[in-house]
């Protein structure tokens, strides 16, 4: 079995210290040393696509950038890596998402995937004009997916629904190859949805078991639904040449933090309602409580997973730690119990894929775990001197 890889976009900011953002976090709230410029991104998508990695995912919310226009103007930065769009069903009509997903993949065949974003908390959806409850929103997605996938099977679709009135709704080119779905939610009401409609169901970074009883439900509702599933986990990661120097890193990142940051971090996590944010807290929940989170590795919750990140990022609050090597087992410890996709981020973003892309990914493809992109330089013609390599 072989993993498929992706890497994040922080396209709220980036620096060298941990930034806040993800679910929970304000407008205007996240932010960074770097400026998250199309130049600054396109050398990221660049570089993830040198080492082979298959996409990028872009956030959505309204503390970053809009997903599918960063991902339509970093389209012509690559040739081949594929941009994992996040988007939240019902801020948009399902016609115009349907429209727009079909345009990408008509013009960048294969590299448009869609991350469907519920929305974790009622105070952000209102933001967009959205009043619906959190339970209520699993249900129009429901409808709302039903209608895009008839539309991208080249149907005229009338549909009428709890939430959604569509009357003879077509596309004039539906997209080929078909778009991906990419779904989360760790709630009792996602999974019924997930199993209906995901392609990829993916998870935030839990211990190993913890993953593996997420993946044994959702596996366990698609096959009752006749279907099949691919998982995804969503990681940051600090790989270096030995597992010293990985923590050594790690005590950097929290050494730029103190109370007060934190605090002010946890108390506005605290007003999310999504069931995986909730899990996130709880995994430094006691580290917090004795004050013991300033030292790295006092938040080490399983071998090498390092829950620090999320003292002051909502969403994916995890890391994988440690020498390349030991970075390489744990991925082949997830992939184990059942994952098929990681996205990976670090800080800073760009530095932190050629820690990972130079140092764990040639362990991988000698396991036999990765084998996605050319290791082999062609030779290259110069003139007056020969054939090089």
């Known amino acids: 079995m072989t993993v498929r890889l992706h890497w994040f976009l922080p396209t709220y900011g980036d620096s060298r210290a941990i930034v806040g953002g993800g679910h929970g976090t304000p407008a205007g709230a996240a932010g960074g040393d770097r400026e998250a410029t199309i130049d600054y991104l396109a050398s990221i ?21 809009d997903a599918f226009i960063t991902a339509a103007l970093l389209a012509r930065e690559t040739t081949t890596l594929a941009f994992l769009v996040a988007f939240r069903p019902g801020l948009v009509s399902p016609t115009l998402s349907a429209q727009m997903a079909a345009t990408f993949a008509r013009h960048a065949p294969g590299r448009i995937l869609l991350n469907v974003v519920v929305g974790g908390e009622d105070h952000e959806q209102r933001a967009f004009g959205d009043h619906l409850n959190k339970d209520a929103r699993y249900r129009r997605c429901d409808e709302f997916l039903e209608v895009v996938r008839r539309l991208w099977a ?17 596309l004039a080119a539906p997209p080929n190859p078909v778009p991906p779905l990419y779904f989360g939610g760790s709630s009792r009401a996602a999974g019924p949805v997930a ?13 190993p078991d913890a993953v593996r009883e997420k993946v044994e439900w959702i596996r366990g509702l698609a096959a009752a639904q006749g279907r099949a599933v691919r998982f995804g986990i969503r990681l940051h990661t600090i790989s270096r040449d030995s597992s010293a120097q990985a923590w050594q890193t790690a005590d950097q990142l929290v050494a730029a933090l103190d109370e007060e940051t934190v605090r002010a971090a946890q108390a506005g996590l605290a007003r999310s ?93 000698a396991r036999g775990l990765f084998d996605a992109g050319a290791l082999d330089t062609p030779a290259v013609s110069i003139p007056f001197v020969g054939v090089a390599r």
């Open 273 to 365: 309602q999504s069931e995986g944010q909730r899990r996130m807290v709880a995994l430094h929940e006691e580290s917090r409580r004795t004050r013991s989170w300033r030292h790295a590795r006092s938040l080490e919750i399983a071998p090498n997973l390092w829950s620090g990140v999320g003292l002051v990022r909502g969403g994916a609050g995890t890391a994988l730690v440690g020498s390349h090597t030991e970075v390489a087992d744990r991925i082949a410890e997830y992939a184990a119990v059942g994952i098929d996709e990681f996205i990976f981020s670090g800080y800073p973003h760009l530095e932190e894929l050629f820690w990972f892309g130079e140092g764990v990914v040639p362990i991988l493809r």
């Open 195 to 207: 199993a209906r409609h995901a392609d990829v169901y993916l998870t935030w970074g839990e211990p």
């Open 154 to 170: 080249g149907e005229t679709v009338t549909h009428r629904g709890d939430y959604l009135d569509i009357e003879e709704a077509v």
């Open 45 to 65: 998508v660049r570089s993830a696509e040198q080492f082979g990695f298959t996409g990028a995912l872009i956030p959505t919310g309204a503390w970053c950038e």
